[in-house]
Nanobody, 124 residues
Framework: QVQLVESGGGLVQAGDSLRLSCTASGGTFGNYHMAWFRQAPAKEREFVATIRSNGGSTFYADSVKGRFTISRDNAKSTLYLQMMSLKPEDTGVYYC?????????????????WGQGTQVSVSS
């Protein structure tokens, strides 16, 4: 059983940067592919970015490509999301997720474990 705890959210202005962290416990972090999702009010949870278990490859949603960077430190059991040039449409609760499969990486069903989320609010 893997427990995930996100941190680093907050209220920022458009154009600002923010770094989210997700710390894992209760399992072998390096065995899991990791991802970030986000959910805006009254909208479905959407895929943001994913990274392979060994950090060897990453994949991003078109809406964040070039602005967000996903990374991980397996020695610290921690996942990161560096967000730059933030826009109001980036507002939402950001969740980290862990899974063993890497077939349909955009789907929430691909991931077995989820954190409780951290709020990111971007004002215009």
């Amino acid at each position: 059983q893997v427990q995930l705890v996100e941190s680093g959210g907050g209220l920022v202005q458009a154009g600002d940067s923010l770094r989210l962290s997700c710390t894992a416990s209760g399992g072998t972090f390096g065995n899991y592919h990791m991802a970030w999702f986000r959910q805006a009010p009254a909208k479905e949870r959407e895929f943001v970015a994913t990274i392979r278990s060994n950090g060897g490859s990453t994949f991003y949603a078109d809406s964040v490509k070039g602005r967000f960077t996903i990374s991980r430190d397996n020695a610290k059991s921690t996942l990161y999301l560096q967000m730059m040039s933030l826009k109001p449409e980036d507002t939402g609760v950001y969740y980290c997720a862990a899974g063993r499969s890497r077939v349909y990486v955009r789907l929430t069903t691909e991931y077995s474990y989820w954190g409780q989320g951290t709020q990111v609010s971007v004002s215009s």
